[in-house]
Each structure stands twice: as structure tokens, then as C-alpha cells.
């Protein structure tokens, strides 16, 4: 049993941070932090250049273009790019392009892998619609067939990335005879489709997520993934590295780290946060379920290396990660006071305003994905092996 | 990386499980608390000619000399069987530290019985804060002409009456370094106070009035450092903190188990959200907890600078076994809290170790200055 990297893992980290040193500027840096989560022309250039040096397909096969790599040396890459303030989130590459590999025909492949390596193709999750939400086996968008195409009529809500992404990931009903979990299919389209609209809805964070509305969209018969009504497995698989990649423990790590380094900080008297015993306390607390996080994170990545699917240790990995996000955001906003309310670009503003930014993003956390007590279900009934109520 | 175990140390592992579920059940468990009595000397018996007592020792001693993952796993499912056994005060931590620190005489002397099986030690280092401010004088050794003077009190020494010697950490006047000597519990001036704790261990205090030791029983023949006894205790910490997880991971199992079989408003009470989730919660806790533990390990047995897993090893598996009984006697209702159940054998079990060996405050403070 051994629980450190490799050499070579610890040599390709190096290398890794060596090109991050090299390539990510502080004008990056900032570009990210103000942009609400959609990419900005430094971004959008960066991805790419990700792309060109092959470190969008670290762990994917080689005959689609990846380096072969392991799935431990891609999390090693997400990690890195989590402590440069890169906050990447991108689930086309984390979580659809690993679907893709796993579930899509050769010639789709063929057809989206090269562009998504490239980094031209980006794809927005089309699951939620307004009545099925954690009940998404419930929804009403239908796609008919029509000879050669399918039809698709209905809409979509919290479709974040639909108004900057290429393609649209989207599940809908195929056949509405079927038991519901047995009658859905997933498409894969341009959203720049006839019959696609886009509208802002913005959260709470103050990021622009998408209501996308679908009149009569017809889409090819080959823009579907896996076979037909198996679409509700398919989604199972993306939500698996989905959790995966939600479940990253890299960048609560950081906003610790940073907090730590603010509580140290001496004031004019010399006195530091730190100093007090309380405060102590509650960092080392928050310290030890971070690195408990660390541990699960790296037995997911070791699963997935050894072909086994991590489906109640994603679930869990997602609950605590979630949760300690904003058990870190706000105790971290109690420890330093009034001045970590200011947000980003404020006079006064500590760490740049993460702790501010990560207050506001937690709640979404915890629902996003599947709701935490969606994941409790999946720990309880697939780890524990518990009836369904 | 690899978090598997192989094939050899999941036999050990199967094996333990099985004789323990033979020799340590819980009505046997549940007889020596009650009774607050020593460990059958047969079970101590076949474990030494199982080779378990071996583990950590050398060749030259009669040893096994084996890994530190095999050796944790057998006190991973010691924890499991709600351990009635001295194993980890006797052999992970007596044992190791006189393979540590005792002379080459020593060694010979003590290890091979030892490892047989015909020599039982007690650790008895405890003084601290038993009678919180009422200072209590630090156990003292002093040179005389016919070899050692021993005064003092240790308390919560574990199993002191069943053992054959007891190992006693003790200052010398003009000494910053720390003495460790063997004592039998039956010389002259050594007194034993059965004290009656809530995990119903049989634990002392021991009184040492002018108790005279010979020479070839002081460990290294001299003083140590202290960072030798601390080490041990490190090490200790991590090996108890797979007990922990052990125990934790089979009151998750019993419960399940239970939640499964009882019905309620007729169906499974498994089957109802509130009580998944609180198990889903418990099993989250036991993966982390398990893993940390054997980061610790790993890194001890490997060198590595460990402080910091040890810590978080010791504070993760103890949380994680405290509230695996609290949730499973939220589960188990009147079914595990009745005297006759057998649930509250391991929610005892949970809080002795929680404290036992220095308690998570210790290593939260250590977590603390190493932040």
C-alpha cells in the first residue's frame, strides 16, 4: 500500500507548474475572477493553448488524440491549475468527452473528440427543465422521430454555459410509453440549430446561467449518444465524473491555505489572528476534513485508474466537498470580520474576495449535480445496499 | 500509489476475522468487561503461535519482521471484534519500544518470550491529569546501591494485573531525558487501585513506593530521550486509529444490517430517507477515517515526516467511531441500548481509545503549531 505519487507523477506535476508559471498572467488571473464564469478572450485563448499542448486529453487513449495518461496525472493537472486560481470548469472536457469515449459510435468520436481536444467545441448540459429537477427521470422534452432526423420540442432552465458554448448535451423523452427511466435518449447538437432560443437568467452569484427553449428542433438521427432510450445510463456515467470533478478538493485547499496566511498576518502590535487559541481550533478543524476530502479525492482517481466506477465515493466526495466549501466561506468570513463581505475589486477586499465569491456559490454547490440528498440516497442505497423507499 | 492490500495481507486479514470471530465474540467480550477481567491466557496463546505477536519484531529476536500494512491489518480487525486483547499496549507499543531503545541484552531477553506468548507487558506511563490539579509529584527513579529506586503513581494502566511486567517512564533527579524501566506488578512496594471506568476496562492506578529495580531492567541501560517515548506513541496513535476504524466500520455493518431486518410502519426502517442518511453520513466518515489511517502507517513505516497524518489519523478515526455507535444507537433504539445488546461494547470501546494514549486535544493542539 502506497498512498504517495510516483516519480513520474511528481515529475509530470513539475512540468505542469513550470508551463503554468510561464503561461498564466495575472491579467489571466483577473479576467477569471471578474468574468462570472464565462470565458473571456484570454480564456478562451488559454483553453486553447491547453488544447495545443495536449493537456486537454491528459488521460484520454491515444487514439483519440490524448496523451494515455492516467486518470491520477489528468487530477493532477485539474489540481495544478486549482492552485494558479484557474478555477477550470469545464465539464465538457472533465466529464462529457470521458462520456463520449466510453459510450459514443467510432464515428462520433471521430466527429467531436479532435474539436474538444482543440478546444473549439464546448458543450452545455441540457438536463434540468422547470418541472424536473432532482425527479429528472420526470421530464417533458420530447424528441419524435421523423425519418432520418428526430424533433425536438420543449425547454431546458439552468443551462449554464448555453450562451457561449457550440453544442448542447441534452436529454429528452423518446418514448413516452416506456417506463420513465427507460424512454429517454441523449442528443448532442449545435446550439445554433433553427429553433433554438437562449435566454439570461442570472443567480445569485451574479453569473448568467440560461433558460434554452427548443420549438420544433430537428436534429439528426446520428446526433444521438448510445443507443436509443438508454439515455438515462448515459447521463448516470457523466454525472459519475461529473461528481468526480465537483468533489476537487484543490481549491478549498487554496482558499484555506489563503485564509491560514490572512489569520497569520500581524497587525501593528504584532498580534495575529492566529494567535488566538479559538481561531486555531477551528482551522485545524477545518484543516483535518480537508485532508479527508484529499484522501477521498485520491482514491477516486486511483478507482477510476483501476477501471472501477466510483459511484457512492463520487456521491460522497460531492457531499464533502460541497459542504466544506461553505463551512470554510463561512467561518473564514467570521474570522476575518466585515472586510471578507467585500467582494472582488472592493477597497479593503481580503483574498482577493474567494471567501466573499465562494459564500455565494456554496448554496449552488450543495444542490448542483444532484442534490447532496440526492447523493446521500446514491451512498446509502448503491454503497450500503439499502432498499429504495 | 496503491490502496489495495495484497493478496497475502488480505489472507492475514481473513484470517484474523475468522479466529476472532471464534475465540473473541462478543459474549466474551462483554464476560471480561463485566467482570473486569483479564484476557484468557489460551487466546493470548494461540495468537502467539498464530504469529501474530511477531509482527513487528526482528529476525534475530525471533520475529516476523513483517510490513507495517500486515501488522496494521490485524489491529484493524482487532478494533472490529471490539479488541479484548492487550495486543496494542503489549506488543505495538511495549514491545516495539524495547526493540527501540533496550540494549542488545535486553532484546534477547525480553522479545523471544515475548513473542511466544509467555510474557505479558502493561504500559504505564499515564500521570498527567488523572486528579486534575491536585499534583500529584512526577513518578521519580533515583541510583542506590543495590540498583534503582522507583517512586510515584501511573493511572489507567491497562490489564496491569494479568501482566508480568509493566513498563514504567520515569525522570531522574538532574535529568531532562526520560527512564524507562520494567517493574513487575508484584514486587515489594508496588500497589495496584482497580479503578472502574464507563469502558469497563480493567485499568489501574499503580502506586510505586520505593520499589526497588534492578539495573539490567533499566531499558538502554541509562536515560532516553523523551522524543523515543513520543515516537513510539506516534506510532501507536496511528496503528489504534485503524482499530478505530475498524470498529467504526463494523458497528456501520451491524447497523446496516439491523436497518435492513427491522420494519417499522411495515416496511425496512433501511428503507426511509432520515435513516439512510445518517448512514450515508457514517460511511463517508469511515472511508476517510480507514484512509487516513493508513496514510499514517504508510508514512511511518516509510520515514517520511508523519506528525501531521498521525494527527489526523488519531482525531479522524475516533470522531468517525464515536459517531458511528451514537448514530447506530440512534438506529438500534432500545435493541442496543439494553444491558443484554451488544452495541454498547463498542460505544465503550469508542471512548477509551478516543482518550486513551493522549486525547484528540493533544493532536489538535499539535495540528495547531504545525499549521
Same mark, same amino acid.
Given at each position: 500500500?502506497?498512498?504517495?505519487?510516483?516519480?513520474?507523477?511528481?515529475?509530470?506535476?513539475?512540468?505542469?507548474?513550470?508551463?503554468?508559471?510561464?503561461?498564466?498572467?495575472?491579467?489571466?488571473?483577473?479576467? &477569471?475572477?471578474?468574468?462570472?464564469?464565462?470565458?473571456?478572450?484570454? @480564456?478562451?485563448?488559454?483553453?486553447?493553448?491547453?488544447?495545443?499542448?495536449?493537456?486537454?486529453?491528459?488521460?484520454?487513449?491515444?487514439?483519440?488524440?490524448?496523451?494515455?495518461?492516467?486518470?491520477?496525472?489528468?487530477?493532477?493537472?485539474?489540481?495544478?491549475?486549482?492552485?494558479?486560481?484557474?478555477?477550470?470548469?469545464?465539464?465538457? &472536457?472533465?466529464?462529457? +468527452?470521458?462520456?463520449?469515449?466510453?459510450? +459514443?459510435?467510432?464515428?462520433?468520436?471521430?466527429?467531436?473528440?479532435?474539436?474538444?481536444?482543440?478546444?473549439?467545441?464546448?458543450?452545455?448540459?441540457?438536463?434540468?427543465?422547470?418541472?424536473?429537477?432532482?425527479?429528472?427521470?420526470?421530464?417533458?422534452?420530447? @424528441?419524435?422521430?421523423?425519418?432520418?432526423?428526430?424533433?425536438?420540442?420543449?425547454?431546458?432552465?439552468?443551462?449554464?454555459?448555453?450562451?457561449?458554448?457550440?453544442?448542447?448535451?441534452?436529454?429528452?423523452?423518446?418514448?413516452?410509453? +416506456?417506463?420513465?427511466?427507460?424512454?429517454?435518449?441523449?442528443?448532442?447538437?449545435?446550439?445554433?440549430?433553427?429553433?433554438?432560443?437562449?435566454?439570461?437568467?442570472?443567480?445569485?452569484?451574479? &453569473?448568467?446561467?440560461?433558460?434554452?427553449?427548443?420549438?420544433?428542433?430537428?436534429?439528426?438521427?446520428?446526433?444521438? &449518444?448510445?443507443?436509443?432510450?438508454?439515455?438515462?445510463?448515459?447521463?448516470?456515467?457523466?454525472?459519475?465524473?461529473?461528481?468526480?470533478?465537483?468533489?476537487?478538493?484543490?481549491?478549498?485547499?487554496?482558499?484555506?491555505?489563503?485564509?491560514? @496566511?490572512?489569520?497569520?498576518?500581524?497587525?501593528?502590535?504584532?498580534?495575529?489572528?492566529?494567535?488566538?487559541?479559538?481561531?486555531?481550533?477551528?482551522?485545524?478543524?477545518?484543516?483535518?476534513?480537508?485532508?479527508?476530502?484529499?484522501?477521498?479525492?485520491?482514491?477516486? @482517481?486511483?478507482?477510476?485508474?483501476?477501471?472501477?466506477?466510483?459511484?457512492?465515493? +463520487?456521491?460522497?466526495?460531492?457531499?464533502?466537498?460541497?459542504?466544506?466549501?461553505?463551512?470554510?466561506?463561512?467561518?473564514?468570513?467570521?474570522?476575518?470580520?466585515?472586510?471578507?463581505?467585500?467582494?472582488?475589486?472592493?477597497?479593503?477586499?481580503?483574498?482577493?474576495?474567494?471567501?466573499?465569491?465562494?459564500?455565494?456559490?456554496?448554496?449552488?454547490?450543495?444542490?448542483?449535480?444532484?442534490?447532496?440528498?440526492?447523493?446521500?440516497?446514491?451512498?446509502?442505497?448503491?454503497?450500503?445496499?439499502?432498499?429504495?423507499? | 500509489? #496503491?490502496?489495495?492490500?495484497?493478496?497475502?495481507?488480505?489472507?492475514?486479514?481473513?484470517?484474523?476475522?475468522?479466529?476472532?470471530?471464534?475465540?473473541?465474540?462478543?459474549?466474551?467480550?462483554?464476560?471480561?468487561?463485566?467482570?473486569?477481567?483479564?484476557?484468557?491466557?489460551?487466546?493470548?496463546?494461540?495468537? /502467539?503461535?498464530?504469529?501474530?505477536?511477531?509482527?513487528?519484531?526482528?529476525?534475530?529476536?525471533?520475529?516476523?519482521?513483517?510490513?507495517?500494512?500486515?501488522?496494521?491489518?490485524?489491529?484493524?480487525?482487532?478494533?472490529?471484534?471490539?479488541?479484548?486483547?492487550?495486543?496494542?499496549?503489549?506488543?505495538?507499543?511495549?514491545?516495539?519500544?524495547?526493540?527501540?531503545?533496550?540494549?542488545?541484552?535486553?532484546?534477547?531477553?525480553?522479545?523471544?518470550?515475548?513473542?511466544?506468548?509467555?510474557?505479558?507487558?502493561?504500559?504505564?506511563?499515564?500521570?498527567?491529569?488523572?486528579? $486534575?490539579?491536585?499534583?500529584?509529584?512526577?513518578?521519580?527513579?533515583?541510583?542506590?546501591?543495590?540498583?534503582?529506586?522507583?517512586?510515584?503513581?501511573?493511572?489507567?494502566?491497562?490489564?496491569?494485573?494479568?501482566?508480568?511486567?509493566?513498563?514504567?517512564?520515569?525522570?531522574?533527579?538532574?535529568?531532562?531525558?526520560?527512564?524507562?524501566?520494567?517493574?513487575?506488578?508484584?514486587? #515489594?512496594?508496588?500497589?495496584?487501585? /482497580?479503578?472502574?471506568?464507563? /469502558? $469497563?476496562?480493567?485499568?489501574? #492506578?499503580?502506586?510505586?513506593?520505593?520499589?526497588?529495580?534492578?539495573?539490567?531492567?533499566?531499558?538502554?541501560?541509562?536515560?532516553?530521550?523523551?522524543?523515543?517515548?513520543?515516537?513510539?506513541?506516534?506510532?501507536?496513535?496511528?496503528?489504534?486509529?485503524?482499530? /478505530?476504524?475498524?470498529?467504526?466500520?463494523?458497528?456501520? #455493518?451491524?447497523?446496516?444490517?439491523?436497518?435492513?431486518?427491522?420494519?417499522?410502519?411495515?416496511?425496512?426502517?433501511?428503507?426511509?430517507?432520515?435513516?439512510?442518511?445518517?448512514?450515508?453520513?457514517?460511511?463517508?466518515?469511515?472511508?476517510?477515517?480507514?484512509l487516513a489511517a493508513y496514510e499514517a502507517i504508510t508514512y511511518l513505516e516509510a520515514g517520511l515526516p508523519a506528525a501531521e497524518?498521525?494527527?489526523?489519523?488519531?482525531?479522524?478515526?475516533?470522531?468517525?467511531?464515536?459517531?458511528?455507535?451514537?448514530?447506530?444507537?440512534?438506529?438500534?433504539?432500545?435493541?442496543?441500548?439494553?444491558?443484554?445488546?451488544?452495541? $454498547?461494547?463498542?460505544?465503550?470501546?469508542?471512548?477509551?481509545?478516543?482518550?486513551?494514549?493522549?486525547?484528540? $486535544?493533544?493532536?489538535?493542539?499539535?495540528?495547531?503549531?504545525?499549521?
Amino acid at each position: 500500500m502506497d498512498f504517495r505519487y510516483s516519480a513520474e507523477q511528481e515529475q509530470f506535476r513539475q512540468q505542469i507548474r513550470q508551463f503554468l508559471d510561464d503561461n498564466v498572467s495575472d491579467a489571466l488571473r483577473e479576467e &477569471i475572477a471578474v468574468s462570472g464564469h464565462s470565458p473571456g478572450p484570454l @480564456a478562451t485563448e488559454f483553453l486553447k493553448l491547453l488544447g495545443k499542448q495536449g493537456w486537454l486529453g491528459i488521460g484520454w487513449p491515444k487514439e483519440h488524440g490524448g496523451q494515455g495518461r492516467s486518470m491520477i496525472e489528468q487530477s493532477i493537472f485539474y489540481h495544478e491549475l486549482d492552485l494558479q486560481d484557474i478555477h477550470y470548469g469545464n465539464l465538457t &472536457i472533465t466529464s462529457l +468527452a470521458l462520456t463520449l469515449i466510453k459510450l +459514443a459510435s467510432e464515428e462520433q468520436k471521430q466527429q467531436y473528440l479532435p474539436h474538444i481536444l482543440s478546444g473549439d467545441l464546448e458543450i452545455c448540459l441540457g438536463y434540468t427543465e422547470p418541472n424536473a429537477g432532482s425527479d429528472l427521470a420526470s421530464l417533458s422534452t420530447r @424528441a419524435v422521430r421523423d425519418g432520418d432526423e428526430y424533433v425536438i420540442t420543449g425547454q431546458k432552465v439552468y443551462t449554464t454555459g448555453a450562451h457561449y458554448a457550440s453544442h448542447i448535451w441534452l436529454l429528452a423523452r423518446t418514448d413516452p410509453t +416506456a417506463p420513465r427511466h427507460k424512454g429517454l435518449s441523449v442528443f448532442i447538437f449545435p446550439l445554433a440549430t433553427p429553433g433554438v432560443t437562449v435566454r439570461p437568467i442570472y443567480t445569485m452569484e451574479g &453569473i448568467r446561467t440560461n433558460e434554452v427553449f427548443l420549438d420544433e428542433v430537428r436534429v439528426p438521427a446520428s446526433a444521438m &449518444i448510445g443507443a436509443p432510450n438508454s439515455g438515462f445510463y448515459t447521463i448516470a456515467v457523466a454525472l459519475d465524473f461529473e461528481r468526480v470533478f465537483m468533489g476537487k478538493y484543490t481549491k478549498i485547499r487554496r482558499n484555506f491555505d489563503a485564509l491560514l @496566511a490572512c489569520c497569520k498576518e500581524t497587525d501593528d502590535a504584532g498580534q495575529a489572528r492566529y494567535d488566538d487559541p479559538v481561531i486555531q481550533d477551528r482551522l485545524v478543524r477545518l484543516h483535518i476534513d480537508i485532508e479527508r476530502l484529499r484522501l477521498l479525492c485520491t482514491k477516486t @482517481a486511483w478507482m477510476i485508474d483501476r477501471g472501477k466506477v466510483p459511484n457512492a465515493e +463520487a456521491s460522497a466526495q460531492k457531499i464533502l466537498a460541497s459542504e466544506l466549501e461553505q463551512r470554510l466561506a463561512d467561518e473564514g468570513i467570521q474570522i476575518l470580520g466585515p472586510r471578507a463581505l467585500l467582494e472582488y475589486g472592493s477597497p479593503h477586499v481580503p483574498m482577493q474576495g474567494y471567501l466573499a465569491q465562494s459564500w455565494l456559490l456554496a448554496p449552488m454547490m450543495k444542490f448542483g449535480g444532484g442534490t447532496n440528498e440526492i447523493q446521500r440516497d446514491i451512498v446509502a442505497q448503491r454503497g450500503l445496499g439499502l432498499p429504495r423507499g | 500509489m #496503491e490502496l489495495d492490500l495484497t493478496s497475502e495481507q488480505q489472507q492475514i486479514k481473513d484470517a484474523v476475522r475468522r479466529f476472532l470471530s471464534r475465540e473473541c465474540t462478543p459474549a466474551m467480550v462483554r464476560k471480561m468487561r463485566e467482570e473486569h477481567a483479564a484476557l484468557p491466557r489460551e487466546i493470548w496463546q494461540s495468537m /502467539a503461535e498464530l504469529g501474530w505477536l511477531s509482527l513487528p519484531f526482528a529476525d534475530a529476536y525471533g520475529g516476523a519482521g513483517s510490513d507495517w500494512v500486515t501488522l496494521a491489518v490485524v489491529v484493524e480487525e482487532l478494533g472490529r471484534a471490539c479488541d479484548p486483547t492487550p495486543f496494542v499496549d503489549c506488543i505495538v507499543t511495549c514491545g516495539w519500544l524495547i526493540q527501540d531503545v533496550g540494549s542488545e541484552a535486553q532484546k534477547q531477553q525480553w522479545l523471544p518470550p515475548l513473542i511466544e506468548g509467555k510474557l505479558m507487558l502493561s504500559l504505564a506511563t499515564h500521570e498527567e491529569t488523572a486528579l $486534575h490539579g491536585a499534583g500529584t509529584p512526577p513518578t521519580t527513579l533515583r541510583q542506590c546501591p543495590a540498583g534503582l529506586r522507583l517512586d510515584g503513581r501511573k493511572y489507567f494502566v491497562v490489564n496491569a494485573d494479568a501482566s508480568d511486567f509493566l513498563l514504567v517512564s520515569a525522570a531522574m533527579p538532574d535529568s531532562a531525558e526520560t527512564s524507562l524501566v520494567l517493574v513487575s506488578p508484584k514486587a #515489594e512496594g508496588v500497589e495496584l487501585i /482497580a479503578l472502574h471506568s464507563l /469502558a $469497563h476496562a480493567n485499568v489501574h #492506578e499503580v502506586r510505586f513506593n520505593n520499589v526497588l529495580v534492578p539495573q539490567e531492567q533499566w531499558l538502554g541501560d541509562g536515560p532516553v530521550a523523551q522524543s523515543r517515548l513520543d515516537e513510539a506513541l506516534d506510532r501507536t496513535q496511528a496503528f489504534q486509529s485503524a482499530a /478505530a476504524a475498524g470498529g467504526a466500520r463494523q458497528v456501520l #455493518e451491524m447497523t446496516v444490517a439491523y436497518a435492513k431486518e427491522r420494519e417499522q410502519f411495515g416496511k425496512p426502517i433501511g428503507s426511509f430517507q432520515a435513516v439512510q442518511h445518517m448512514l450515508a453520513n457514517v460511511w463517508t466518515d469511515v472511508e476517510t477515517a480507514w484512509l487516513a489511517a493508513y496514510e499514517a502507517i504508510t508514512y511511518l513505516e516509510a520515514g517520511l515526516p508523519a506528525a501531521e497524518k498521525v494527527a489526523i489519523a488519531k482525531c479522524a478515526s475516533n470522531a468517525t467511531f464515536l459517531q458511528a455507535c451514537f448514530t447506530a444507537h440512534q438506529i438500534f433504539g432500545g435493541m442496543g441500548y439494553m444491558w443484554e445488546t451488544d452495541l $454498547h461494547l463498542w460505544t465503550r470501546k469508542a471512548k477509551e481509545i478516543e482518550l486513551a494514549y493522549g486525547g484528540p $486535544h493533544r493532536y489538535r493542539r499539535r495540528l495547531a503549531a504545525l499549521l
